[in-house]
């Protein structure tokens, strides 16, 4: 978030204080942070403030009771009553009056609560709307149901999370009373604070602050090594958020992915976009790129890999999760998602078969618009970001890609990944033979290459990666099975063995030759070869 993110925020709120916009409902975790920017706003503007919860009654800013104790004045409805009545009383009439109410939702809630709360409720929204209260409503809760009675009574406004500069702030404001304590070392320079407060952005300030304590009780000291303990905690938001799932890909590198040399080059010069230095530059963070081509060709490996060669995290959005039955719900889930992406960011978004999701437009589309609804979300957002969320998409339905997907501006790149060329199968070779224990040294890799490819298979057909990895696989299960059934046949890898194999193995290439013919054809006019 930016500072400009709350200072909109601020100058929305104004606005609708102003304009007397009967009920506003303020999405955040963030309580205390929230009713102190309305409080100063109130300030501001002299207005009076009033705050309610079913805990605490009726109270002002400073949590004193606004007027006489009475126990029922825990109940909405009595509430409400009550601050109507204490508006009515004013002694200037055109004196301002604004009402906090604090996790009201349990009382509006259609199918179990009495009718009579969202009806007074309403019945305020009226007085101020029609009868001229001098007055708004601001309701505060971490979710979001609005009860159809109230849907055009009341405005949603998304609270932001710290800015960087908020954040920074605080992080001095901690180090200022750390320094403070003789036991406790700090590494004060510039670049790691700094570090700190990208690394904290998207927490609230309840999380910055207990992180913070946190990794200095541990060590009695704050540095480098307390930026994993930040990742961590962003960890806990994917995981709540139910629509994201976090990878762990510290166990990968780019040296994993054979081939794709344009395409690695590409993002080996972006990964210094996310720096401070770059920051400093006027350097804009990358928006993310998408991978089309035919599968098993290395897509989903490089989204996993470019996360570990940046050092940030990688969430992964599945499409599926974001549809639901229920009217609205799916358009919500998006945003959810994007919020979450942002709350987490630097990171990699990771959404594997795009056009699943966000299908183009046409016949097939039979959901009463609801992915067309998602698909306009989505492409606001990649439009419009500032964030530093790097969007690394795949797909392999070229067909189903919607041409606003293409527009420029959304992704920085398109690139196609081909079936693997003979150098490129060679390093893939290499490579999943390493992995499976096996000396890249004692195979004759260049027969290898020639039965993978166009001198044995036929013009135009290659095995792809994913396609080599299981001809290995395939051939060290054989093996084993073998030696196990007969002890003399010999436990051993070969370059024959392999060739053996390679003569069941019917290629995707050949099997869908025309489909891929098709792909070729779309990315000589889309997109860009990543090898």
């Known amino acids: 978030m930016t500072e400009s993110t709350l200072g909109v925020f601020r100058l929305n709120l104004r606005d609708l204080i102003l304009a007397q916009f009967p009920i506003t409902h303020i999405v955040t975790f963030e309580e205390a942070r929230a009713i102190r920017e309305i409080v100063d706003m109130a300030e501001f503007l002299d207005h009076d403030v009033t705050i309610w919860s079913t805990s605490r009654g009726l109270t002002n800013p400073a949590g004193e009771q606004s007027q006489p104790q ?18 009515q009383s004013s002694e200037n009439k055109s004196d301002g009056h604004l009402l906090i109410l604090l996790d009201p939702y349990s009382y509006l809630n259609e199918k179990s609560a009495n009718p009579i709360y969202r009806r007074t409720l309403r019945d305020l929204a009226i007085d101020i709307r029609v009868n001229g209260f001098r007055c708004t409503c601001f309701t505060i809760s971490p979710e979001l149901q609005i009860p159809l009675e109230l849907e055009k009574e009341i405005n949603i406004l998304d609270f932001p999370l710290p800015s960087r500069e908020e954040i920074l702030s605080l992080i001095k404001k901690v180090v200022a009373s750390i320094d403070k304590v003789p036991s406790v070392e700090v590494l004060h320079e510039e670049d790691f604070i700094e570090s700190l407060a990208d690394s904290a952005l998207g927490l609230t300030y309840m999380e910055i602050e207990e992180v913070l304590k946190s990794s200095i009780v541990r060590d009695r000291k704050l540095s480098e090594e307390d930026l994993p303990r930040i990742f961590s905690q962003k960890q806990q938001i ?3 958020s139910g629509v994201l799932e976090y990878l762990d890909t510290g166990q990968m590198s780019m040296k994993q992915i054979g081939g794709l040399l344009k395409l690695k080059l590409w993002l080996n010069m972006r990964s210094e976009a996310f720096s401070v230095e770059a920051r400093r530059f006027g350097i804009k963070v990358p928006k993310g790129v998408l991978l089309s081509g035919i599968p098993g060709c290395g897509k989903s490996l490089s989204a996993k890999c470019v996360s570990a060669a940046w050092k940030i995290p990688l969430i992964r959005l599945d499409m599926g999760v974001i549809y639901s039955s229920l009217v609205g719900s799916s358009e919500e ?5 994007i919020r979450t992406a942002e709350a987490v960011s630097p990171c990699v978004l990771w959404i594997d078969e795009i056009e699943k999701g966000l299908p183009s437009t046409g016949p097939h589309v039979g959901d009463s618009g ?10 606001t957002w990649m439009q419009e970001k500032t964030s530093p969320v790097f969007v690394f998409a795949t797909a392999n339905q070229l067909d189903l890609l919607p041409s606003e997907l293409l527009r420029r501006g959304r992704f920085d790149e398109i690139f196609f ?15 999943h033979l390493a992995r499976s224990l096996q000396d890249p040294g004692a195979f004759d890799l260049e027969k290898l290459v020639e039965a993978t490819g ?11 990666g994913a396609e080599i990895e299981n001809w290995i696989n395939e051939t060290l299960l054989r093996v084993f099975h073998e030696h196990k059934s007969d002890p003399k046949n010999q436990l051993e890898m070969t370059t024959s063995r392999l060739l053996e194999t390679a ?4 290629p995707l290439s050949k099997m869908r030759s025309e ?7 779309w990315a000589s006019e889309h997109a860009i070869s990543a090898s």
């Open 515 to 521: 489909d891929v013919a098709e792909m070729r054809t």
């Open 333 to 337: 889930r998006m945003r959810e998602a």
């Open 454 to 464: 166009e001198a044995v298979l036929g013009p135009g057909n290659r095995y792809s």
């Open 370 to 379: 609801v992915s067309l609804r998602v698909l306009s979300s989505f492409l």
């Open 70 to 87: 009475n126990a029922a004045d825990s109940d909405l409805a009595v509430a409400i009553a009550a601050f109507k009545k204490q508006v």
């Open 238 to 240: 994917v995981r709540k």
């Open 417 to 431: 990944v081909d079936l693997p060329s003979d150098a490129e199968r060679k390093e893939i070779n290499e490579i």
């Open 503 to 506: 003569k069941d193995i019917i």
